[in-house]
């Protein structure tokens, strides 16, 4: 069974651009979650999708959006990037119901300069 | 709120040597706990979790956990270090809310196993 995979894996951009980052859950999952991590706020949760309809969402400005499609794959995009935006990004999937573990891909890492 | 506190952010082993990570979390509500790895350069990894039942859980790679909840702890163990260890480990807790799962991540332990 394919694991959850993130692309593109490295990316640098930057400040003022925008940027879109992939996430293919594992199959017959349709909830994907999304966090950013860096070394002083460590991990830090910015929305979980289900069936295409957003469930939570973290406390990040409007410039983080994501979505998620019929097939289960996500998409977030962060709009006008900020040098503070370097991060890397993981995408988790799990079933959606019940208290599932999470499944993490192995992230997108991006560096804004 | 729920939260969850990892107490050291750094520690430091000897190979051959007891790993404790300790993890104290707060809920209102009985909590689902998880331990996650995370090696450099990679996602995070399941480790074990608890759910209900036996509050000892066994976890892959050796390593185990207990639920205390007089204590509110989720503390993780492995009676001994291998280098193969050195990586980060998180503790989370699970919650309902609003009808649906959140998950809260502690800050992090990055465990240094020393030859």
């Known amino acids: 069974k394919a694991g959850v995979t993130q692309t593109p894996r490295y990316l640098i951009k930057t400040r003022g651009q925008q940027v879109t980052l992939s996430c293919s859950p594992i199959s017959g999952h349709r909830s994907v979650s999304w966090y950013q991590q860096t070394p002083g706020q460590g991990l830090q949760f910015l929305f979980e999708?289900?069936?295409?309809?957003?469930?939570n969402k973290g406390n990040f400005p409007g410039r983080f959006s994501g979505r998620q499609f019929s097939n289960s794959r996500s998409e977030m995009n962060v709009s006008t990037l900020e040098l503070g935006d370097s991060a890397l990004y993981l995408c988790?999937?799990?079933?959606?119901?019940?208290?599932?573990?999470?499944?993490f891909g192995e992230g997108s890492r991006l560096t804004v300069l | 709120a729920q939260s969850v506190t990892q107490l050291g952010s750094h520690v430091s082993v000897s190979e051959g040597a007891l790993v404790l990570l300790r993890c104290n979390y707060s809920s209102s509500v009985p909590p689902y706990l998880f331990w996650y790895v995370q090696y450099p350069n990679q996602g995070l990894q399941l480790l074990l979790k608890y759910t209900t039942g036996a509050t000892l859980v066994k976890g892959i790679n050796g390593f185990e956990a207990e639920f205390k909840k007089s204590e509110t702890s989720f503390h993780l163990t492995k009676p001994s270090a291998h280098m193969s260890d050195a990586a980060e480990y998180f503790c989370a807790v699970s919650f309902y809310q609003g009808g649906s799962e959140k998950l809260v991540f502690g800050k992090g332990t990055k465990l240094t196993v020393n030859p």
């Open positions: 999708y289900f069936s295409e309809t957003q469930r």
């Open positions: 988790a999937s799990r079933t959606g119901t019940g208290a599932g573990e999470l499944f």
